[in-house]
C-alpha cells in the first residue's frame, strides 16, 4: 500500500466493536466487527478479522471472515484466507491464497459482474449430461465416440 499506516491494531490487540478511521488502518491482532476505511486496510499475517472489510483498498495477508468490499483494488497475498464474499473493482488472487465465497465485481458505469462455480454433474447426472451431448453431436453431423 502506498499510503502511511494511520491506525495499528498491534498482534496481541483484540477489538471486539467497529473500527472506523478516515485514514489507512494496518491490523495485525483480532477484530471481532466491522472494519472501515476511507483509504487502506492492511490484514497483516498474523491479523484475524471476523467481519465486513470495507475501504478504497484492501490488502490480505491473514484471516478474514466476512465480506469484503474494496471499491478499487483488493490483493489476497499467499498467507490470505477469506471466508466471505468479495466486492472489488479489481482483484488480484496470488498462488497459495484462500478464498471461499462468492465474487461480485461492478464495472465503471455500475453494472455488477458475478463470477459463480456452478458444482459438475456427477454420478447418474454425470451419465445423462454424456448421452445428452452426444445425442446434440449426432444431430449436428458430429462423430462421437462410443
Given at each position: ?44 499475517e ?6 465486513p ?28 484466507k ?31 459482474n ?9 454420478g ?21 465416440k462410443?
Amino acid at each position: 500500500m502506498e499510503n502511511s499506516i494511520d491506525t495499528v491494531i498491534g498482534i496481541n490487540v483484540t477489538v471486539k466493536g467497529n473500527l472506523y478511521n478516515k485514514g489507512s488502518i494496518q491490523v495485525n491482532g483480532s477484530v471481532e466487527g466491522e472494519v472501515k476505511s476511507d483509504e487502506n486496510i492492511m490484514v497483516g499475517e498474523t491479523a484475524k478479522i471476523k467481519g465486513p472489510v470495507i475501504a478504497s483498498k484492501v490488502e490480505v495477508s491473514g484471516e478474514v471472515r466476512g465480506l469484503v468490499e474494496a471499491k478499487d483494488k483488493l490483493e489476497i497475498n499467499p498467507t490470505g484466507k477469506i471466508f466471505g464474499d468479495i466486492n472489488a473493482h479489481s482483484l488480484i488472487i496470488k498462488e497459495g491464497a484462500l478464498f471461499v465465497g462468492k465474487s461480485v465485481m461492478p464495472s465503471k458505469e455500475g453494472a455488477a459482474n458475478e463470477t459463480k462455480s456452478e458444482p459438475e454433474p456427477v454420478g447418474n447426472e454425470a451419465k445423462k449430461e454424456e448421452a445428452k451431448d452426444e445425442k446434440d453431436s449426432d444431430k449436428l453431423g458430429f462423430f462421437s465416440k462410443k
